[in-house]
């Protein structure tokens, strides 16, 4: 039987707290709990849920182009509030895997790809920070490899003016379902 799978992208304290390095701010934060409400359906429905989170070194050359965050083993890079409290009481169970990513695809030189057919995944929902960055690339990463994508609209967020219109080129160009 093929399973879905949900990906929470990057809602770490450096993207979602106010005192965050690239924060998205309040906008990332009002989707906290329906990220949440939606973890806890996948598990109940025995469904992956994936933490995709980006991780850099010190100085690793991103930082020419973004203020440093989610630096490897600091404050700024765990999960924002009761996402990391959820992720604390379900980081053992079979059906949740966490994903360091160096780059803003969840897929790109990470083995998410292999996690994900190992657990019979055929449709990744997407949800986290930022739409119209790691959002959209992995929504690409995911159609390049064969998934079926849903973007939860509601669950996604950015710093930007752009929600939509990347929303809409998902539609468009990886024929993503809108939720």
């Given at each position: 039987?093929?399973?879905?799978?949900?990906?929470?992208?990057?809602?770490?304290?450096?993207?979602?707290?106010?005192?965050?390095?690239?924060?998205?701010?309040?906008?990332?934060?009002?989707?906290?709990?329906?990220?949440?409400?939606?973890?806890?359906?996948?598990?109940?429905?025995?469904?992956?849920?994936?933490?995709?989170?980006?991780?850099?070194?010190?100085?690793?050359?991103?930082?020419?182009?973004?203020?440093?965050?989610?630096?490897?083993?600091?404050?700024?890079?765990?999960?924002?509030?009761?996402?990391?409290?959820?992720f604390d009481e379900h980081k053992h169970h079979p059906n949740v895997i966490y994903i360091a990513k160096p780059e803003y695809d969840a897929f790109f030189n990470t083995n998410l790809?292999?996690?994900?057919?190992?657990?019979?995944?055929?449709?990744?929902?997407?949800?986290?920070?930022?739409?119209?960055?790691?959002?959209?690339?992995?929504?690409?990463?995911?159609?390049?490899?064969?998934?079926?994508?849903?973007?939860?609209?509601?669950?996604?967020?950015?710093?930007?003016?752009?929600?939509?219109?990347?929303?809409?080129?998902?539609?468009?160009?990886?024929?993503?379902?809108?939720?």
């Open positions: 039987m093929s399973k879905e799978a949900l990906l929470i992208i990057d809602m770490s304290n450096d993207f979602v707290s106010d005192e965050g390095n690239l924060t998205v701010g309040k906008p990332a934060q009002d989707i906290v709990a329906s990220i949440v409400e939606a973890a806890n359906d996948f598990l109940h429905r025995d469904q992956v849920v994936a933490i995709c989170m980006d991780e850099h070194a010190e100085d690793d050359g991103h930082f020419e182009l973004w203020p440093a965050h989610n630096v490897k083993g600091t404050w700024g890079q765990e999960l924002y509030g009761e996402l990391q409290t959820w790809d292999d996690k994900l057919k190992e657990k019979g995944v055929e449709k990744v929902h997407l949800a986290g920070v930022c739409t119209d960055i790691c959002n959209f690339l992995t929504a690409y990463g995911a159609y390049a490899r064969g998934y079926k994508t849903v973007a939860h609209q509601d669950k996604m967020a950015t710093f930007t003016n752009n929600h939509n219109v990347f929303v809409k080129h998902m539609e468009t160009v990886f024929k993503t379902e809108l939720k």
